[in-house]
């Protein structure tokens, strides 16, 4: 148990297997990209189009994607150095209940509350 009254192992298991599942899909979405490339050769126009916007879709994702593998590592990270569920502005515990939610989460419900007021 950490100081935030949340039991550290069972958080590490669950930002592990969220870690592994992110790059599962990574890992897919790199393959299904390629298709789309080999198909670009022999399609017309208007499937060209299709195929774009679909990459530009696949890309956007990706990058939501990477976004949130940054956050899990972190939070890895966080628990390795004993800082995690403790708020990264103010320092106070992350109410556990959150953490169960948004397991990498990195700010308390106020300062998250106040970073989406003043982005
Ligand atoms: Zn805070």
Redesign the pocket.
């Known amino acids: 148990m950490s100081a935030a009254g949340i039991d550290i192992e069972l958080f590490r298991k669950k930002l592990m297997e969220q870690r592994d599942a992110l790059r599962d899909v990574a890992d897919s979405s790199r393959e299904a990209a390629q298709t789309v490339e080999l198909d670009q050769t022999r399609v017309g126009r208007v499937s060209r189009m299709d195929a774009l916007q679909a990459q530009a879709m696949a890309k956007e994702s990706n990058r939501r994607r990477e976004v949130a593998l940054q956050r899990i590592q972190n939070a890895i990270r966080r628990i390795d150095e004993g800082e995690y569920g403790y708020?990264t502005?103010?320092a106070?515990p992350i109410a556990a209940d959150r953490l169960e939610v948004e397991p990498g989460a990195l700010?308390?419900i106020?300062?998250a509350g106040k970073a989406e007021q003043n982005p």
Do not use: D, G, H, N
Request: proline share 0%; hydrophobic share 25%; glycine share 0%.
């Open positions: 708020c502005a103010c106070e700010l308390c106020e300062c």
